[in-house]
């Protein structure tokens, strides 16, 4: 697993690096980065509830399986991830809550820190990254945990690209306030 990464003004060299607070996800909120995955309230099925989108026709869906760790408290965050031409999608298997932070790109390839927000999301919503939204591994909150993932990827450099970022904290409560944005 990579490191958790920071972003902050590489001109100054603050003290503390700076720190975000998460927020509970809401479909609204979390739309300029992707979409909420939610339950149907009514027996039966709910069709097309993502924009799955894949931008390289010879790409192919990959299903992969995510392990990963827990966090509480402060975590320090030093890299993030896009996927250029690829819709993510993440539906937590055996995970409570868990964390997701995004940031939109800043039109020259990297996560813009003026759009940067942490979510705290709760079983059974999944979330669907959109093509080219910054963001950084799963993080379970209260154990470890997996996810099913799923992905269009042809094994070149373009399917993932990091970047390393000047540090941030995110702070990880357990009693995150609704985001109404």
Not at 35 to 44: H, I, M, R, V, Y
Not at 59 to 70: Q, S
Not at 72 to 86: A, Y
């Amino acid at each position: 697993m990579r490191d958790m990464v920071y972003l902050s003004d590489k001109r100054q060299a603050p003290e503390s690096p700076p720190a975000i607070q998460t927020l509970r996800i809401s479909a609204q909120a979390f739309a300029p980065y992707g979409d909420l995955l939610e339950a149907p309230a009514q027996p039966g099925r709910s069709n097309f509830v993502a924009n799955f989108e894949n931008h390289r026709p010879h790409a192919c869906a990959n299903i992969a399986l995510v392990r990963c760790d827990a966090a509480e408290g402060r975590l320090r965050i030093d890299e993030m991830e896009c996927h250029p031409f690829s819709s993510q999608i993440f539906f937590p298997l055996d995970v409570n809550d868990y964390l997701v932070v995004v940031a939109k790109d800043d039109g020259a390839g990297n996560p813009d820190p003026g759009t940067l927000v942490a979510f705290q999301v709760s079983h059974p919503q999944g979330i669907n990254y959109h093509p080219g939204t910054w963001h950084i591994g799963m993080i379970a909150l209260s154990h470890p945990g997996t996810f099913a993932l799923l992905v269009h990827e042809d094994g070149s450099a373009d399917d993932c690209r990091f970047r390393r970022v000047g540090p941030f904290t995110v702070a990880v409560s357990q009693e995150s306030s609704p985001s109404d944005d």
